[in-house]
């Protein structure tokens, strides 16, 4: 692959005392700091960072290493991912980093930016995507309570098991054939729904309506559909999981109502994963294209990991179309699950999925750009919004919200660790000002995946779990050290940073009784 340009003066900026670094980087309020110009080379916007002080070291102390080892090894800081990302040809209003950002493939996790589509130099990376492309989470209600599962959870946790493939090497059990595929990656939900795996008021409770209209089947390689094609409906592996959750909690309880959510004690079932081997085949298909182009076209980045292409470019609009193919599938992936969890539901409880009220409340977006309207500058804009491990958050009354939420704002599902909570928030004005339209999407790592391996027994882990009465269910035990909640950071504290900020608010909180990983 050939390296595109960098800047003949990153070295020397890399090359600063911590000290000197802190000089571009100052706090605004309880939670926001900014990030000033000068920071990395480049800087067309300043940088926003959103963390609450027990965030904050965290973040600090990865500069801080990055200094001490001046500034090699490894990624990148978060911040200063953040600040590369604000050097970006088209970037509009700042580079946001969310509360729970760490360190990525270009874009840190949990960083977000938007790139004016009238600017004709204004760029398309798949590092503000990333590799998992529409990696997102699906919540289900069920009129089940808590009494009614704790004595069958483990039979049920093990129908979850046997019913949903899980794992790195995991095969689907939805019979596909080469064009079913590219019908499912052009039609996303509509495939699942022609197809019965879906109903149709699912649809309406999905981001984009579960379709991303530009989708184009022929801009997927051989390659990346050969990875798919025995992969859809089956969770994988990592931080994906299936989970059998209790509503603990409830701050909004009028949000919570319209979501149908009406007590503590009643249990929902949340699906975290993406677009498998696919959309990984995707991403790395494109950046091996657009490092050529941006030869071709003399772009500049500040990390070779920021390859980019401009967005009415050849490369771009074929990075787009693929990318919506690949979030098409992602969506058909969590269908084709949430199918296979009514199944075990129903069988289980000797019922129908319909009769155990087996809704979807939402399913949200984490890894995916895409065009929306904001206001800059007083202008209404067309922007490409590029969110990574960073969830949509429109606010109410906005067009693109299902009507049944249009007086409370869109639910933002964020997933927890193995074994601690998750909540479900909703997005405010506030947040589509400010962070257009985005808050925060978990908890985000704290240990990198070698490091947990290295410090953490998974015997420990699964004891633990066993004593919190959480019934679990792997493919590989061994994996857990990389999950367990120590290796990330408290989700309490991320979601009560987006509260504080306003860029979401706080609607339910849930906890697991059952967890099924790959």
């Known amino acids: 692959m050939t390296e595109p340009k960098r800047s003949k003066t990153v070295v020397e900026y890399d090359d600063r005392s911590l000290k000197q670094e802190l000089k571009y980087i100052e706090q605004i309020d309880e939670v926001c700091w900014r990030i000033k110009k000068g920071f990395v080379p480049n800087m067309k916007v300043e940088g926003r960072v959103f963390v609450n002080d027990a965030l904050k070291e ?3 102390d990865e500069l801080e290493q990055h200094s001490k080892a001046h500034g090699t090894g490894g990624f990148l800081p978060a911040v200063k991912q953040v600040a590369n990302v604000a ?14 950002i760490h360190a990525g493939y270009g874009f840190a996790i949990g960083n977000m930016a938007a790139f004016d589509m009238d600017d004709p130099e204004a760029v ?11 990696c997102g989470v699906r919540l289900l209600r069920t009129n089940l309570d808590v009494s009614d599962v704790e004595p069958v959870k483990e039979a049920i946790a093990q129908a979850l098991f046997d019913h949903i493939p899980v794992g790195v090497g995991s095969k689907g059990v939805v019979p596909m054939t080469a064009k079913d595929l590219d019908e499912a990656l052009e039609m ?3 495939w699942s729904l022609r197809e019965g795996y879906a109903w149709a008021e699912d649809k309406e409770h999905c981001e984009e309506y579960g379709r991303m209209l530009q989708a184009d089947a022929s801009k997927v390689s051989t390659r990346a559909k050969k990875r798919g094609l025995p992969q859809l409906g089956t969770l994988g592996a990592g931080n994906h999981y299936a989970e059998i959750q209790v509503v603990e909690e409830i701050y909004n309880k009028h949000a919570a109502r319209k979501m149908g959510i009406n007590r503590t004690g009643q249990i929902c079932v949340m699906i975290h994963s993406g677009s498998r081997g696919l959309g990984h085949q995707v991403a790395t298909d494109a950046l091996n294209t657009m490092s050529v182009a941006m030869e071709r076209d003399g772009i500049e980045v500040n990390d070779r990991q920021l390859a980019c292409a401009r967005i009415n470019s050849e490369e771009g609009q074929n990075y787009l179309k693929a990318m919506a193919a690949a979030a098409n599938y992602a969506w058909v992936n969590r ?3 949430t199918f296979l969890c009514r199944q075990a539901f129903a069988k289980q409880f000797n019922t129908t999925p319909d009769d155990l009220d087996m809704h979807v409340i ?6 995916i750009a895409k065009v929306e309207k904001h206001m800059i500058d007083g202008e209404l804009k067309d922007l490409l919004v590029h969110r990574k491990g960073s969830t949509r958050a429109f606010p109410p009354h906005h067009p693109l919200i299902p009507v049944d939420y249009q007086m409370i704002g869109q639910p933002v599902l964020v997933g927890g660790t193995m074994g601690t909570c998750s909540y479900v928030l909703t997005g405010t004005e506030k947040g589509f000002k400010e962070t257009f339209g985005s808050t925060c999407h978990g908890a985000g790592r704290a240990l990198s995946r070698a490091k947990s391996r290295r410090t953490l027994e998974y015997q420990d882990v699964l004891k633990k779990l066993e004593k919190q009465g959480i019934a679990i269910r792997l493919s590989s035990p061994k994996l857990v050290q990389e999950e367990a909640p120590q290796s990330y950071k408290d989700v309490t504290e991320v979601v009560n940073t987006c509260h504080t900020a306003g860029v979401s608010k ?9 967890v099924i990983k790959g």
């Open 362 to 367: 939402y399913d949200v977006s984490h890894n």
């Open 506 to 514: 706080k609607a339910v909180k849930l906890v697991p009784i059952a």
């Open 58 to 60: 965290l973040m600090f």
């Open 188 to 190: 996303g939900m509509d």
């Open 335 to 337: 269908s084709t699950m």
């Open 124 to 134: 398309v990376s798949p590092g503000g995507v990333g590799f998992d492309i529409n």
């Open 87 to 100: 050097a970006l040809p088209g970037i509009v209003g700042h580079s946001v980093g969310l509360p729970d």
